[in-house]
């Protein structure tokens, strides 16, 4: 297939991602009535609920590895195949992120006891920065790829305590301590 077929198919994805989002009963956009670029609080009921917000830094990491494990996967495939991949990966992610079950295993945890889910413009914007870090993990040499995935690590874990790692581990096992740490006990 072609370079152009690829790219077709990515966004192929991102469209049945917002289907599926608005299918779910998503809102498109925050029901608090208007949309920002920017919402800086990491625990408050518009979290995921705007263009951007602390969380969709980590969805560079999301493509950053994507990149990786596809170009492991599969090294001869080609990067425009790899690309539309890495690209339904995350949107089908984010669709799963979204379903009652996941959203309330995240209400468990301290930082998420509000949440209620992504708005669809939200979701859609952190899967085109997935495909961001997609881009950048296939033009940035590898090391600088690596400083910039623990850079967000640990920019985020200072600067609202949770980060992409602490997500993950939440989600799997979810601990006491770390919910007491991100609330500042």
Do not use: K
Not at 62 to 89: D, K, Q, T
């Amino acid at each position: 297939m072609t370079t152009r077929i690829w790219f077709a198919l990515a966004a192929g994805f991102v469209a049945l991602q917002a289907i599926a989002l608005l299918a779910l009963g998503l809102p498109l956009i925050c029901t608090c009535g208007h949309l920002d670029l920017w919402h800086g609080n990491p625990s408050g009921p518009e979290t995921s609920q705007h263009l951007t917000d602390w969380y969709t830094v980590t969805h560079l990491t999301h493509g950053i590895g994507f990149y990786l494990l596809l170009w492991l996967a599969a090294p001869r495939m080609s990067v425009a195949a790899r690309f539309a991949i890495a690209v339904g990966l995350e949107a089908g992610w984010e669709v799963v992120e979204n379903m009652p079950f996941i959203m309330e295993r995240y209400r468990q945890t301290a930082l998420a006891r509000g949440y209620f889910g992504d708005s669809v413009v939200n979701s859609v914007f952190d899967t085109v920065t997935a495909a961001v870090g997609f881009v950048l993990a296939r033009f940035l040499p590898v090391w600088t790829s690596i400083v910039l995935v623990v850079a967000i690590e640990l920019i985020l874990g200072l600067a609202i305590r949770d980060n992409l790692t602490l997500n993950i581990v939440q989600l799997i096992f979810q601990s006491d301590a770390i919910s007491r740490w991100q609330v500042g006990g």
